[in-house]
């Protein structure tokens, strides 16, 4: 079993009843250009979907064998190289960790491997000069979370995990959520164990298992609490 990277935690990452509309619909107008954004560039616009927001019930789905739909509250979201997002306003928070190409916004450009956190209310507009994919989640964020993150978790060093043969890299906590990447080595079987706040993951790379099944890359997955 070898997920040499999994976006794991969330515990509180999805707030159960959270049902802000996010200002990306059909009715915001498109910005004006800006840096790094071009005036023929198509717009990525959705609306918002609840996909497995039953908190209650275990789910997964295996992102690569999924087809590409408007944007979701929670899911991957690809950036066609030049799209860019009109200026919004993050109702219920957004966070996000870039998987492939850049990400760009007006603080900055993100690489893969960028971990990113919008507090509630905060707004800004988006871009990708050379395209990108993104994992991303919106509209679930405690209001009194008002820490602003962004983390190169290239750049971070592994630490020793809950227990042997798991690293961990922590990326942000409050309350009783914690997010993090983890790593896990070859062979290592983690003993059961019960998810008293829930927990979501993702895999990054490699192959992670367990009693219900194999999850391979892109695969995502909730444990509802308990």
Not at 86 to 97: A, K, N, S
Not at 111 to 130: I, K, L
Request: charged share 25%; net charge negative; with cysteine.
């Amino acid at each position: 079993n070898r997920p040499d990277g999994v976006v794991s935690g969330h515990p509180r990452g999805m707030v159960p009843g959270r049902h802000e509309k996010p200002g990306t619909d059909a009715g915001v107008p498109q910005a004006p250009p800006g840096p790094g954004r071009r005036p023929d560039s198509a717009a990525v616009r959705g609306q918002a979907m609840k996909i497995n927001a039953d908190l209650t019930k275990r789910a997964e789905v295996h992102t690569p064998d999924m087809e590409w739909v408007p944007s979701p509250e929670l899911g991957v979201l690809r950036f066609e190289p030049g799209a860019w997002f009109p200026e919004h306003t993050h109702g219920g928070g957004e966070e996000f960790l870039v998987l492939d190409g850049v990400f760009s916004d007006e603080d900055g450009d993100y690489p893969a491997g960028t971990y990113v956190r919008h507090p509630v209310g905060t707004s800004h507009s988006a871009w990708s000069d050379e395209g990108c994919e993104i994992l991303v989640k919106l509209m679930q964020m405690d209001p009194a979370d008002s820490k602003k993150v962004v983390l190169d978790t290239n750049a971070l060093d592994w630490q020793p995990g809950p227990e042997a043969g798991v690293d961990i890299k922590p990326l942000h906590e409050f309350g009783d959520e914690k997010v993090m990447l983890m790593r896990i080595l070859p062979g290592t079987r983690i003993a059961r164990h019960r998810h008293e706040a829930g927990t979501e993951l993702f895999v990054l790379d490699g192959t992670l298992a367990d009693e219900d099944g194999t999850y391979g890359k892109g695969a995502w997955q909730r444990q509802p609490a308990g």
